[in-house]
């Protein structure tokens, strides 16, 4: 069994800021970002992670009042009660047997919910899967390691159970910390090690599913990564043989949102994908963690 | 399909507050609290969730290294990255399939992480579930309505996905401001909102589930209730028809402990329960939310 992917938005800020903003306060440069990272720009959210979600939520067109479930994915909530997929739900007017949960797995939250919808509903239930994160509220920005890393974002899709290809992989890894955040503090990352473990782990990992499905790379029609760092995704795209232009990306746009990256691909791609193909989601970061998805569209 | 309790345990802080510590700086009497709330005594813990959950975990005598799946339920949580349940993998050096989530539904989300785990799992495979709250964080210490009435804890429970009897009921209502958390602030409740919900709407879910199993409330041989406040509990019980010696409660002893309540109720009485008796829990608390199983032991 396996989900069908109805409708997908990405929440709007529309106020980019590129690279130069950076070298106003940090000892770095455009180009050095840009060829380090293949970040362009990022956004930088006014509000809280809780009313991007709101205003995501009122883009859905399919009636949300019939939902099983909603889950919002985010390592960056400061609202916690009622919890975020409540709000949202409030927000709907939704079923009231509708489970709301709040869930964080950092940057492999979305595809984590996406598991989790699958398992719990029943065929032809819907539920409304979406990631909020504001990580400027989290970013040190005088560590020029990660102040020119990170981006905020919200994206969701409205998935029903149908009974199409669906094989999930999730691992997870010592974190020796390599990946931190406590509060009131600001994200440290021991790039290094993230690194590392992204281009094996990753690459293992989708390997898994696709020798389980008697699949080889280049069967693969649309792939999405974790949108975490240029060099990690091409790494990923040569080790697996995938077609570099099944992949889609947006990391030049957003920068990496955490649980928001896959999300937002999908809603800016939505009408790219096609009945049947094979398509690989694959979030990865904090925990360590992966989890990683083989679908049929 | 259900879930076996394999072992349950709960975090000793032991160091309990009776009510006359209010007397000092709040206007109110011991008297006044436990004639209001039923709570005589309740814990604060000197180390965060985080800690407290790997305390918790030590105390698990069953291999961990096997599970295919690890809740923390809390509402509270200051470690953001990684997420506590994939601290708690690390400490474990579990299998590394485990998935590891975090989740927020507030009072109900130990609850909501059963019912996640039961539909996650295969027969036979297991999960660990635990809720880890330091909610004394969030406490307005001069608020005399909220202070007396929440305590810290963290319990948690293996579980194997076996065969027998599991019914889930899942209700949301409009939160309408009744009981709110933001960060850098403290907990608000509208009491009056909570308690007409509690006992309308808990009632009507526990209803809903012994009514589709052509059960009556004087069949229920053990009833766990989140421990919100002896009122609603004795409310509940009288609604419901359920015999008062059949339902376990702590609340006098650590007052409420939003997600952590119910696991703390299993650990201290797992010995008591039989086989195949019919068990009810229910959680119940923000957004407004509420999840109820009815299980065979």
Known sequence: MGLKFIEAHKFDIDDFLDNSYFEKFLDTSSEWIEKRTGIFTRQFSNCGNDLMALDLAKKFKNPMQDLDLIICASFTSKRRMPSISSLVRDELGGNKHCLCLDINLACAGFAAGLIIAESYLDKGRRAYIFASEKISDYMDMTDRRTAI???????????EKNDKLWETDIASFP??????????SFITMDGKKVYRFAVEEVSNSIRRLLNKNN????????????????????QLIARLGINKNNSLQNLEKYGNTSAASIPL??????DLFKDKEKVILSGFGAGLSLASILMEW
């Open 149 to 159: 890393l990170f981006g905020d974002g919200a994206g969701g899709v409205l998935v």
């Open 175 to 184: 974190h020796e910390d390599s990946l931190n955040l406590d509060e009131n």
């Open 215 to 234: 699949l080889r790379g280049e069967d693969v029609d649309k792939l999405i990564l974790h949108q975490a760092n240029e060099r990690i995704i091409n």
């Open 265 to 270: 691909v999908i809603a800016e791609n939505i």
